[in-house]
């Protein structure tokens, strides 16, 4: 039987204090007793006890009663429906969700609270990372702490949050720094390769400005050309936003940078001054059909809106095409491995640190770093322009050139290079529909390289409400032309070398005008109305 309560009395100075336990396992506030004897004081405890017990009381400064014992499957759908509706950014919320609901719903959901203790914390996460990478170890842990944390403060759930106590995140893994020789790089010569052999153009823009700046995938998509522009007399990209894959309004959408650190001006490098120049005099309005303004993004889809690409598959394709290794220590290469090259070029030149996490966007440590050093941006653009990335309009010309007469002479095309992307495959349907017109007796002019473009389709498609990406390759997809004239014609296109558009077109129209007495257009640029 257990020992009935009858609160406790104190002597404090001259009198005495007494407290009571309530119904509800809290303690009451101190009550003063002056002048009364220690007994006096013992039985008013007892009696304020019982008079508790009888009538249900509790503190004034509680909140309301908690009814039924939570389990944690019902913490997981208040925190859900809590976090849903909170200001955490969406890629955020969407892993919070999906590791409450999935791996911390099956495990612990049939548990209560009080169940949840260090020894079951500590043989979840043995066996965790025993199957997992230490980084997702963590983020499900992380997301077990937090929601744990919110319990708490909501008033759910009383009891401490199990996940702070040290000898629980003991057993987390480490996350261990990649040692130099396993940072997936590039090497100078082999980032000229892949730039000089990438064929959609977007993308060797793309390829240019991420190896000669160090920007993040999402950053450079964040670029506008109203971003572009001199600072004290230097041309540099202002780094202001980013597109997210999942941002606050929907898929490929601008929020803030990653870190306010990320806010940054940095110089261009010469060949990204003169390849930026171009993409805005020609290239840029030849693969979206018009001019771009201030507010277009400098990368834009196919239409001209913002977009982030999958890059990292993109940049695998064009690492193959370019006879490059596409794995970096039996992994595959991602698109960050751009940003670290970058890093180890500027090292490897003698930059200091200080200008490297400058240009990176990385947050200094000194107080003067932070409140008083402004970025020196002379000295940020000869660091910048150690690069070793000359590419010259002779030299890419010359390739470009080669690679077109050896299609054109008839050397065969391998299919997993050229084919497989569905901007290249819907470029070649645009081809099969101009030999339809003649065919079928269409006779309009065929346009100068000025008027003409190719009708390119974005090689990002906007995901499933599932989440997933759909390859799959339209039903008007056609395999390439055989005429060894038509496909140069095609790959030139592909490759925005619209002089050598040109030069084709005007050759392929005499042919056909001498054989068939028709020619073909080439879908005209259309004037605005």
Known sequence: ??????????????????????????????????????????????????????????????????????????????????????????????????????????????????????GALRGWLREVKARLSPSRTRQYFFSLSKMLDDAAAEDWITAQNPCRHPKVRDELPAMVAPDDDEKAHHTEQEAKRLILATKAPERRVRYVVALTTGMRDGEIAGLRWCDVGEEKGV?????????????????????????????????????????????????WAAYVGRPPTDEDPLLPAADGSPWRPRSSHFLRLDLEAAELPTTFDEQPFEFRSTRRSFATWLESHDVSGELIDRLLGHAG??????????????????????????????????????????????????????????AFQRTIAVQQRAQNTLKTGGGASLPSASEARITRASDHRPPSPEGRFDDSPDETTAVGPADPLERALVLAAEAGRFD????????????????????VAIEPKRGRR
């Open 1 to 118: 039987m257990p020992r009935p309560r009858t609160g406790s009395a104190f002597k404090h100075g001259d009198h005495w204090d007494i407290r009571i336990t309530l119904p509800d396992g809290t303690r009451s506030k101190s009550l003063c007793l002056p002048g009364k004897t220690e007994a006096q004081a013992r039985a008013e405890a007892a009696r304020l006890t019982e008079l508790a017990e009888k009538h249900g009381a509790v503190r004034a400064d509680a909140g309301p009663p908690k009814g039924p014992a939570l389990t944690i499957a019902a913490i997981v759908d208040r925190w859900c429906s809590l976090i849903a509706e909170g200001s955490l950014a969406p890629a955020t919320k969407s892993m919070h969700l999906q590791n409450a609901r999935g791996p911390i719903l099956a495990r612990f959901g049939a548990l209560a609270p009080e169940q949840l203790t260090t």
């Open 500 to 519: 050598v558009v040109a030069k084709l077109a005007d050759e392929l129209h005499a042919r056909r005008v001498a054989a068939a007495g028709n020619v």
């Open 235 to 283: 041309l540099v990209f202002r780094i202001r936003g980013a597109i997210a894959r999942q941002g606050d309004t929907g898929w490929a959408t601008r929020r803030a940078t990653k870190t306010a650190a990320g806010r940054r001006l940095v110089p261009l490098h010469p060949s990204t001054a003169r390849v930026i120049k171009a993409w805005r005099e020609h290239g």
């Open 365 to 422: 440590t000194s107080v003067r770093r932070k409140h008083y050093a402004a970025a020196n941006l002379d000295a940020l653009l000869r660091a910048v322009s150690t690069i070793e990335l000359e590419l010259g309009d002779d030299e890419a010309s010359d390739e470009s050139s080669k690679a077109l007469t050896e299609r054109a002479e008839g050397v065969p095309m391998r299919a997993d290079r050229d084919l497989d992307t569905p």
